[in-house]
């Protein structure tokens, strides 16, 4: 069993950054793939980042070269800076585990899921 807390939502201007944390628990946290989604209000839940247990990431065009996905694995904690940000990226964030590697962008495909953290961005 592994239990995510997301943390470091907050309001920001449209061109700034923010970090958002994410906390887990329980020995595995090395071993499985971590991602981060988003939702927006009234959308589909929208894949943003994933870190394979090796460290290779993967992201979608929507926010590669402004997001980075990293994690610390002595801290058990995933990581998502995000720079340049737009209010098309204001949503609730997610971070999600799964046990296996592949699919990676694929939320059905994670066993594990936070709370959520919310991210609005204004104009």
């Known amino acids: 069993q592994v239990q995510l807390v997301e943390s470091g939502g907050g309001l920001v201007q449209a061109g700034g950054s923010l970090t958002l944390s994410c906390t887990a628990s329980?020995?595995?946290?090395?071993?499985?793939?971590m991602g981060w989604f988003r939702q927006a209000p009234g959308k589909e839940r929208e894949f943003v980042a994933a870190?394979?247990?090796?460290?290779?990431?993967f992201y979608p065009d929507s926010v590669k070269g402004r997001f980075t996905i990293s994690k610390d694995i002595a801290k058990n904690t995933l990581y998502l800076q995000m720079n340049s940000l737009q209010p098309t990226d204001t949503a609730v964030y997610y971070c999600?585990?799964?046990?296996?590697?592949?699919?990676?962008?694929?939320?059905?495909?994670?066993?594990?899921w936070g709370q959520g953290t919310q991210v609005t961005v204004s104009s």
């Open positions: 870190i394979r247990r090796f460290g290779d990431t």
């Open positions: 999600a585990a799964q046990r296996g590697i592949l699919r990676v962008g694929i939320g059905s495909e994670y066993d594990y």
């Open positions: 329980g020995r595995a946290f090395s071993t499985y793939t």
